[in-house]
């Protein structure tokens, strides 16, 4: 099976160099090609993208752009769609992930972009949406509008399907001349919807494209760099680094790195009613997509003090971990991965060997790995790839300060808690710099319209223009209805 990837307007696909990747999974193979640009082509790629925008994407109402990724959203949701078909068939070979965590995580994340919920993107953003179609009176006098980067570059990282799908739509959004980059670990959505956007309206089709280039390439991502004047970032710490250093001064640099996800759970949330689908939700947050997203739990602080201690609650998620490994079966491991992972468990094995409170549940030959400790541990990183490090603490308090001094890497974390404990540990969490608070069960999909990072999706992405009432006073003055 080959697959194309990638959406280049003006470029034929007989000018371009062609680079194939191979996948295999699940017992199948794919291979897709993958563009390599030239300097030349990847400056008229440029070009086009930004003239296009200029003349038709800039022009269209914030209502318009919504409906068009309504419709596209609505075929990729469609399971009897050519493209939905395509998706479903080709990304769990792809990613390696099984059929089913992709079909079912697919269609949880697509619905996000369905119109209601742009809807919601536009209004957590602006007071009023249609500041993005022309001026709107602003509360402290004078009028307002919002306008969208003219050539928005988005360096995509990871293999989490659709991903890039949440600042792509926000790039359109704002209706900004858009250029992205996919990544080899999951090449190929993007485009896809890229293409189904210029079926439905073949001009929009040319305010956007989708490139690749192989990671590291300096000098190609140096020239993407230097046609963008905003760039949306994602990956590691050092490669963030990186492209901050190379890119303009001028260009508005938005980068998110990596992070730590975490949950916490109140002794009111642990009776025999409740321990069990809770811990059968915090099972599904780890094993979906093998804990890649940057919201993915690697740690879980449980208070004592329940009718389900903490070591049972994490024999419980041992359990769902175990009956999950059957339904959704973990994808196949690296060389790498598969090392990590081993070496991780067995760090944790000869530790429990000092520690009579600490315990590593399951076998070594066990797809997933649970770590019970009793002794009160600081936030850290897992092996990934559901390993999961259940650490026991008196109450939630005790939980602020062992994760304040990651503030960096702190974003989403998931708490089950009564209201009143709710709030308060909210307070203290989003002090020491977590972002997002969440159920479990939903840890890997954020709602409509979440700032990631703490930050605005659109917002961040456009420059306001203020006519100040004085222009605006002035002008009467020269009417030609003053007399």
Not at 311 to 317: K, M, N, S
Request: with cysteine; hydrophobic share 45%; proline share 6%.
């Amino acid at each position: 099976m080959i697959e194309r990837a990638g959406h280049l307007p003006a470029l034929a696909v007989g000018e371009v160099e062609w680079r194939e990747l191979d996948f295999a999974a699940w017992g199948e193979s794919v291979q897709v090609s993958v563009p390599v640009l030239g300097a030349a082509q990847a400056r008229a790629l440029a070009e086009h993208v930004r003239e296009n925008a200029r003349a038709y994407l800039k022009t269209l109402p914030v209502a318009q752009i919504v409906a068009t990724i309504d419709k596209a959203i609505a075929r990729l949701l469609d399971r009897d769609d050519p493209w939905r078909r395509k998706a479903d068939a080709i990304l769990p070979i792809v990613t390696g992930y099984d059929r089913e965590t992709v079909r079912l995580g697919l269609s949880g994340y697509l619905r996000t972009f369905r119109a209601p919920q742009l809807q919601r993107f536009l209004a957590e953003d602006f007071a009023h949406p249609g500041i993005l179609d022309a001026f709107q009176p602003a509360m402290k006098g004078g009028f307002t509008r919002a306008y969208g980067p003219e050539l928005l570059l988005h360096i995509w990282a990871g293999n989490v399907p659709g991903l890039s799908l949440w600042s792509l739509i926000s790039g359109l959004l704002v209706k900004a001349g858009t250029i992205g980059k996919v990544a080899s670990g999951e090449p190929l959505l993007a485009g896809w919807f890229a293409q189904i956007l210029a079926e439905i309206d073949p001009k929009l089709g040319e305010c956007l494209a989708i490139v690749w280039w192989q990671g590291g390439d300096v000098e190609s991502e140096g020239i993407w760099l230097a046609e963008a004047d905003t760039i949306v970032a994602y990956g590691g710490n050092e490669a963030l680094t990186a492209i901050r250093d190379r890119a303009p001064v001028t260009a508005r640099f938005l980068p998110h790195g990596h992070k730590i996800g975490f949950g916490a759970i109140s002794a009111a949330a642990l009776d025999t009613r409740r321990a069990g689908p809770l811990a059968r939700l915090v099972a599904h947050d780890v094993i979906r997509y093998e804990q890649q997203g940057c919201y993915s739990p690697q740690m879980l602080f449980v208070a004592r003090g329940g009718r389900v201690s903490p070591r049972e609650f994490a024999e419980l998620v041992s359990q769902e971990l175990a009956r999950f490994a059957h339904t959704h079966p973990r994808r196949a491991l690296s060389v790498a991965e598969a090392s990590g992972v081993s070496a991780w468990r067995s760090t944790e094995e000869m530790r429990a060997f000092d520690a009579p409170g600490r315990v590593v549940l399951g076998d070594a030959g066990d797809p997933w790995s649970v770590v019970c400790v009793e002794t009160a541990e600081a936030l850290a990183p897992s092996a990934l790839y559901r390993t999961l490090k259940v650490v026991a603490v008196d109450s939630l308090d005790d939980v602020v300060p062992l994760v304040a001094p990651f503030r960096p890497f702190l974003q989403s974390a998931a708490v089950a808690a009564p209201p009143r404990e709710l709030f308060a540990i909210a307070e203290r969490l989003g002090a020491a710099g977590v972002t997002r608070i969440c159920a479990f069960g939903q840890m890997t999909a954020p709602e409509a319209g979440w700032h990631n990072d703490g930050r605005f999706n659109l917002l961040d992405l456009v420059t306001i223009t203020e006519i100040e009432s004085t222009a605006e006073h002035a002008a009467d003055g020269f009417a030609g209805y003053v007399d």
